[in-house]
């Protein structure tokens, strides 16, 4: 059973398999009738998303982007949906982001060159197209290299954040992006928030990004279960987020794969933004019937 809402997803302007016509192909016969497509630090895969999307009548697409910040010891993401991603300075902050992007790839190359598991830059760049590259693209040209076996093995071995091969970002901060998102009238939601294991847990973050003006967390994602899912839903409540969700669909395969539609978000919560959205103006940033209220 297909759910109504996806604000969660990756096209190949990130490290998505599939393009955006295409994802949301898959999303419309899954039965998803609202998405959002957020590609880390990109927003490029949009107009085409918003072409593709105008072809199903009864389907909202919600303008959105991913980001990736750091704090000490982990890595948090970001959520931005109904953000104006035509604006110009945004736009040139996340260019600089994209060329960051491509040193830091440049550089995890040649570890796995020292590491005596060479991948050709060509190759990377081929599996990256025209978006953002990111680890899944080095992690495929180390599959078809025969370095792994698969994705996942990729990333234990080699390219997680204490892999051998790993090399950091730029960094940002949470709040930095928080504000970054909120000058384009965006809101900001914290992802996969099971995935943060700092030292100090989730609360000393949910303090700071409610302070910094999060207005969402994503509490039904992939894999997560009923009991996973519960305490999270009572810290949303506590912190006064939205809880909100999606896949997280990239179309690499392995276990926690969901396709977009496979997480049944509740469609309460997804209302809420909606009316944030239309209070603050920005509920036409999104196409489709449920921009139009
Ligand atoms: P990057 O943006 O280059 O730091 O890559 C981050 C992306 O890599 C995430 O959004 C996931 O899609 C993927 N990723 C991170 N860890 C893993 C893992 N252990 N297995 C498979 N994919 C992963
Ligand atoms: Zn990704
Ligand atoms: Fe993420
Ligand atoms: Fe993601």
Do not use: C
């Not at 190949?12 to 192909?25: H, K, N, Y």
């Not at 025209?130 to 495929?140: D, K, M, Q």
């Not at 995935?195 to 990004?209: V, Y």
């Amino acid at each position: 059973m297909g759910s109504l809402a996806d604000f969660h997803t990756h096209s190949t302007f990130s490290d998505g398999r599939l393009t955006p016509t295409q994802l949301i192909d898959l999303a419309y016969r899954n039965g998803v009738r609202i998405m959002s497509l957020t590609d880390h630090d990109i927003v490029d895969g949009l107009p085409e998303a918003f072409t593709a999307a105008a072809r199903y009548p009864d389907f909202t697409l919600v303008p959105g982007i991913e980001m990736s910040t750091d704090v000490p010891g982990g890595e948090v993401h970001i959520l931005g949906h109904f953000i104006d991603w035509e604006d110009r300075d945004f736009r040139a902050r996340l260019s600089q982001l994209q060329e960051s992007r491509l040193g830091r790839a440049r550089k995890m190359v040649e570890r796995l060159q020292d590491l005596g598991k060479p991948v050709t830059w060509a190759r990377v760049e081929a599996f990256a197209g025209e978006g953002a590259v990111g680890r899944p693209h080095i992690a495929l040209a180390l599959v078809e290299a025969g370095h792994v076996a698969n994705v996942n093995e990729a990333f234990d071995l080699y390219l997680s954040r204490n892999g051998p091969a790993y090399v950091e970002r730029e960094h940002l901060t949470p709040e930095e992006v928080v504000d970054l998102l909120h000058s384009v009238g965006g809101f900001a939601t914290l992802a996969h928030p099971r995935e943060f294991d700092a030292p100090g847990g989730i609360e000393p973050l949910l303090e700071r990004l409610t302070k910094a003006g999060l207005t969402g967390m994503e509490v039904y994602y992939q894999d997560y279960s009923p009991d996973q899912v519960q305490p999270l839903l009572s810290l949303a409540n506590r912190f006064g987020l939205i809880p909100l969700g999606g896949s997280d669909y990239h179309g690499l395969g392995g276990p926690r794969q969901r396709e977009p539609g496979d997480i049944p978000l509740i469609m309460e919560p997804v209302e809420r933004l909606l009316d944030l959205a239309k209070r603050n103006g920005v509920l036409t940033r999104a196409k489709g019937p449920a921009a139009v209220r």
